[in-house]
């Protein structure tokens, strides 16, 4: 089995950063695709930003040209930094990796979700 823990979130207020981990264990074989997804209350969950084996990044409109993802595949993990914040980026942040397991059989796995909330 795989395991995705990610870091605590916080309370941060507008305009100020925060950086979300988040690392995968277990029978890894490979990791494929690392993302980000968040919820936010009565809403549906929308994803943040991905990255790619190869390091190939996208970015969902609402946070490009503020948030970074990035990898670190030596250690299975996943770096989202949050700059700029504003009260709308509200919400349960969801880490999410998929990929091989060492029995050869693909894995999809989710974390358990951290919140973030922004506010004065």
């Known amino acids: 089995q795989v395991q995705v823990v990610e870091s605590e979130g916080g309370l941060v207020q507008p305009g100020g950063s925060l950086r979300l981990s988040c690392a995968a264990s277990?029978?890894?074989?490979?990791?494929?695709?690392m993302y980000w997804h968040r919820q936010a209350p009565g809403k549906q969950r929308e994803l943040v930003a991905l990255?790619?084996?190869?390091?190939?990044?996208n970015y969902g409109d609402s946070v490009k040209g503020r948030f970074t993802i990035s990898r670190d595949n030596a250690k299975n993990t996943v770096i989202l930094q949050m700059n700029s914040l504003k009260p709308e980026d509200t919400a349960v942040y969801y880490c999410?990796?998929?990929?091989?397991?060492?029995?050869?059989?693909?894995?999809?796995?989710w974390g358990q979700g951290t919140q973030v909330t922004v506010s004065s």
């Open positions: 999410n990796v998929n990929g091989y397991e060492t029995n050869r059989e693909w894995f999809d796995a």
């Open positions: 277990g029978s890894i074989f490979n990791i494929h695709n």
């Open positions: 990255i790619s084996t190869t390091g190939t990044t």
